[in-house]
Structure formats: C-alpha cells, structure tokens
C-alpha cells in the first residue's frame, strides 16, 4: 500500500511553506534543502524510533541527509534532493556512492517500503484521526 498523505495534517499548508513564509521566500522558487528535510522529520516522526536532519553531512540548497531509525531499529540515511528521497546508506551519516536506490517522491511512500512497523503506526493515526473528526461531527 503506497500513500502520499499525512493523518495528522489535514490543512493545505505543509510545514516547508509555512517555514518559507516566514522567512520572506514566499513566491520565490528557491527551496532550502534543510528547511524541506525539517518539514519531512516533522511529518513523520511519530511512525519512527528517530529521525533527524544530518548535521554531520553537508546540508545545501540542493540536497539534505537524513537519518532515520524504522521501530525495526533498522538505521537509513537519506538523501532529499528535488528528485525525491532515497537510502543513501545503511547507518547515521553514512553515504555510500555504489549504492543504486530508487527515488521515492514523498517520505510517506519511501517508509512504506522500508518498514512494516511504519505502515502500521500510519494506518492508526489516520484511524485515531478520522475517529476524532467522526466525534466532532456528532457534538
């Protein structure tokens, strides 16, 4: 099951646009990196054992690392570029340039397929979330 939508936001509004427009990029095309792998952290980390934005590898316009532990207590470090996410290596800040992975577009889709645990914790969220709107409702 492959999903590019996050339970707990509801809103248009991504964390990245938010962030953009406070720091004054609003209307612009330029995208900070680090701002975006920030924004992905934060959508996620309620699925996840932990997942943070690299301060050991070099953050750019154009790219960001992230490193993440699956609650298999398997350990990534992805790469955001505009192309997407991907698994650049199998421990915290580690690249491996050999390493040929397929670009996920959303953060959803790539921890789909990395952890079964993910999808579950997913699938709950969106549960709770739909619960509580369906109580909401009722009142």
């Known amino acids: 099951m492959e999903t590019d939508c996050n339970p707990m936001e509801l809103s248009g509004v991504s964390g990245f646009e ?7 990029f609003e209307g612009t095309d330029m995208k900070d990196m680090r701002l975006e792998a920030e924004a992905v952290v934060n959508d996620v980390l309620f699925a996840v054992n932990t997942m943070f934005v ?12 992230i490193n993440v532990e699956t609650r ?9 570029t505009e192309a997407g996410l ?5 421990a915290f800040d580690q690249v491996d340039d050999h390493l040929q992975t397929p670009y996920h577009e959303t953060v959803y889709s790539l ?4 952890s079964p645990a993910y999808r579950e ?3 709950n969220a969106l549960l709770q ?5 369906k109580r909401e409702g009722q009142s």
């Open 121 to 123: 914790a997913f699938g």
């Open 111 to 114: 921890l789909d397929t990395l």
């Open 18 to 24: 938010e962030e953009a427009e406070l720091n004054g």
């Open 72 to 80: 298999e207590r398997n350990r990534y470090c992805l790469e955001l």
């Open 86 to 90: 991907r698994v650049v290596g199998y």
């Open 129 to 133: 979330r739909l619960e509580a709107l």
């Open 54 to 65: 690299s301060k050991t590898l070099h953050c750019a316009d154009d790219v960001a690392y």
